[in-house]
């Protein structure tokens, strides 16, 4: 139990266009998504908790603008990252808390790369 | 804001051998989660931690919370191969439900 799906696993863009992510939890509801950047030989740097029905919470520094969270229902939350640049590109990850359990199930990633 | 120390930052051990890796930090935490992340993947939860003093096994894996609330260790005995990875310590906080990562414990087995 406790899946989380992410997709696309890989994605490479064009500098300016958008990139669109997205979080499953495919066997839970969650309320709460967290989506998280990671650079390479880097940790995971939590960039917004994703809120089912509100507006997300971001972390300092993250541009709610170029970083857009939309989690419209309760299995799905996704990530755009909009007028894409080169240093956007990264490892992105999400996560979700089943609520019978503890602990946060992670998708398996997004490599964004922007050319 | 809240940050976790995490040691080493890798170590290279012989198949066989016990693994010891700690985070510490300077803030109280609620939870210490451990997770191992293999290349290109999302971290998967290896062991949970819900109170001080606890001590978890799964497996040939054994972690505690330490009394203090502050520290967590994570030991492996009898590495094998497939260890190889990171390992990330995480904080976890009440309400919010946020985590704190750990920069993480690159392992290195030989065979």
């Known amino acids: 139990g406790a899946v989380v799906s992410q997709h696309p696993s890989w994605v490479i863009c064009k500098s300016g266009t958008s990139v669109k992510i997205e979080c499953r939890s495919l066997?839970?509801?969650?309320?709460?998504m967290f989506w998280y950047r990671q650079f390479p030989k880097q940790s995971l740097m939590l960039m917004a908790t994703s809120n089912e029905g509100s507006k997300a919470t971001y972390e300092q520094g993250v541009e709610k603008d170029k970083f857009l969270i939309n989690h419209a229902s309760l299995t799905l939350s996704t990530l755009t990252v909009t007028s894409a640049h080169p240093e956007d590109s990264s490892f992105y990850i999400c996560?979700?808390?089943?609520?019978?359990?503890?602990?946060?199930?992670f998708g398996s990633g997004t490599r964004l790369t922007v050319v | 804001g809240q940050q976790l120390n995490q040691s080493p930052q890798s170590m290279f051990i012989q198949e066989g051998e016990d693994v010891s890796m700690n985070c510490t930090s300077s803030?109280?935490?609620?939870?210490w989660l451990w997770y191992k992340q293999d290349p290109g993947e999302g971290p998967v939860l290896l062991i949970a931690l819900y109170k001080a003093g606890e001590l978890t096994s799964n497996g040939r894996l054994t972690a505690q919370f330490g009394i203090t609330r502050k520290d967590s260790f994570l030991n492996i005995s009898a590495s094998i191969p497939s260890d190889v990875g990171i390992y990330f310590c995480?904080?976890?906080?009440?309400?919010?439900?946020?985590?704190?990562f750990g920069a993480g414990t690159r392992l290195f087995v030989k065979a």
């Open positions: 995480a904080g976890g906080t009440t309400g919010g439900f946020k985590t704190i």
């Open positions: 996560s979700a808390r089943d609520e019978g359990r503890y602990g946060y199930t």
């Open positions: 803030s109280i935490f609620n939870t």
């Open positions: 066997d839970f509801q969650a309320t709460t």
